[in-house]
């Protein structure tokens, strides 16, 4: 197993199903509560475990899912507000090097629960057309907004299989 990719990378059929975008909603939806659930209680020398050598601890992938998920909210109101607008990319992992990083990791399940109620709201309230709309992303090129539903339905359950293997191997950093 590739513990980069412990459930695979994101692949998609096109074209995408209702049904599909359905799923998706409801797993991005179930995210914040799978995630919460999974680290109640760790102690702080837990949440240094890592998925792999040189992978981020279970605290700093609390912390990226809350960021990187703030992104995508906002990136779906620019495409749904702006016609196809050039979205800003990120260094993840510099991110990850700040001192916000540093705070209880509840600072961030919090932050994740928040935007993920207003996020699923939105995306419910999507209509075909407006699922077709697109960002551009300036290395990815353009995004359309019913795959990204996907690309982060799978990036919550990326992440979460992330930290079920650090848990279970115990690796620290």
């Known amino acids: 197993m590739d513990r980069r990719y412990p459930i695979g990378q994101f692949h998609v059929e096109v074209p995408i199903s209702e049904e599909h975008t359905k799923q998706w909603i409801e ?7 799978q995630l919460s659930l999974l680290v109640k209680g760790l102690s702080e020398s837990e949440l240094l475990y890592t998925y792999r050598e040189g992978g981020w601890t279970i605290k700093q992938l609390i912390h990226h899912l809350s960021d990187s998920h703030l992104n995508s909210y906002i990136r779906f109101k620019l495409a749904l507000t702006e016609e196809n607008p050039i979205i800003k990319p990120y260094e993840e992992s ?9 705070m209880p990791p509840q600072s961030a399940l ?3 629960a928040a935007i993920h109620r207003k996020w699923v709201v939105l ?3 999507l209509s075909a057309e407006q699922l077709e709309r697109t960002f551009r992303h300036p290395e990815s090129g353009e995004v359309n907004l019913k795959e990204n539903i996907g690309i982060y339905a799978w990036h919550g359950k990326h992440h979460l299989a992330h930290i079920r293997l650090a848990l279970e191997n115990d690796h620290k950093q």
């Open 110 to 112: 919090d932050l994740l």
């Open 123 to 125: 995306l419910r309230s």
């Open 27 to 33: 797993e991005i939806s179930q995210l914040p509560e």
């Open 94 to 102: 510099k991110w990850a090097e700040l001192l916000d990083y540093e």
